[in-house]
């Protein structure tokens, strides 16, 4: 059964850092391209970052650009995403979700991370 | 403002056949990108509801379609049950400078 787990979430001033991660089981992590998505209260989905299996393609949504990094480790089968430089419009659940082609963001979706960006 | 145009609410009374449109461009739908569809129970992670335009991971009900024509797709849900009532999401790809993974804004499904 495909397992996706996200931690490291919680309230963190402006301008802080915070780096979640996503630990996987249950399918072959390296062969999988793997994906951010956030929701902010109450909003809808909002795609973040994405990483090829081997970390050799890496993309961001404008708005995270500069601020944000993603990475993996396939021998630990986790995803990771540094979030620097952060802001109140950062506040939202962040779920980790495994890439299913044909440019389909989230065959599988972990149960998300909440991050808070207030003073 | 989200690159796909979803309505933000639908609803029907149980039993009845709803749709929720998924608008885009030429530079995502009608470009040929896939459209994959997502459902948000409330409270939940997202789904996969339908992807490559028309096709149902295994465990989904047929009472879910998914269609696809030009820059628009569609989802149908027929034989509507009070465990519908969720956010439904489109997403598809944009190839315009800026773009890349995009969703809808999502749609809202009340069954009355």
């Known amino acids: 059964e495909v397992q996706l787990v996200e931690s490291g979430g919680g309230l963190v001033k402006p301008g802080g850092s915070l780096r979640l991660s996503c630990a996987a089981s249950g399918f072959t992590f390296s062969s999988y391209s793997m994906n951010w998505v956030r929701q902010a209260p109450g909003k809808g989905l909002e795609w973040v970052s994405s990483i090829s299996s081997s970390s050799s393609y890496i993309y961001y949504a404008d708005s995270v650009k500069g601020r944000f990094t993603i990475s993996r480790d396939n021998a630990k089968n986790s995803l990771y995403l540094q979030m620097n430089s952060l802001r109140a419009e950062d506040t939202a659940v962040y779920y980790c979700?495994?890439?299913?082609?044909?440019?389909?963001?989230?065959?599988?979706w972990g149960q998300g991370t909440l991050v808070t960006v207030s003073s | 403002q989200s690159v796909l145009t979803q309505p933000p609410s639908v609803s029907g009374a149980p039993g009845q056949r709803v749709t929720i449109s998924c608008t885009g461009s030429s530079s995502n739908i009608g470009a040929g990108y896939d459209v994959h569809w997502y459902q948000q129970l409330p409270g939940t992670a997202p789904k996969l509801l339908i992807y490559?335009?028309?096709n149902r991971p295994s465990g989904v009900p047929d009472r879910f379609s998914g269609s696809k024509s030009g820059t628009s797709a569609s989802l149908a849900i027929t034989g509507l049950q009070a465990e519908d009532e969720a956010d439904y999401y489109c997403?598809?790809?944009?190839?315009?400078?800026?773009?890349?993974?995009?969703f809808g804004g999502g749609t809202k499904l009340t069954v009355l």
């Open positions: 997403q598809s790809y944009d190839s315009s400078l800026s773009g890349h993974w995009v």
């Open positions: 490559g335009n028309s």
């Open positions: 979700a495994r890439d299913g082609g044909q440019w389909l963001v989230g065959g599988y």
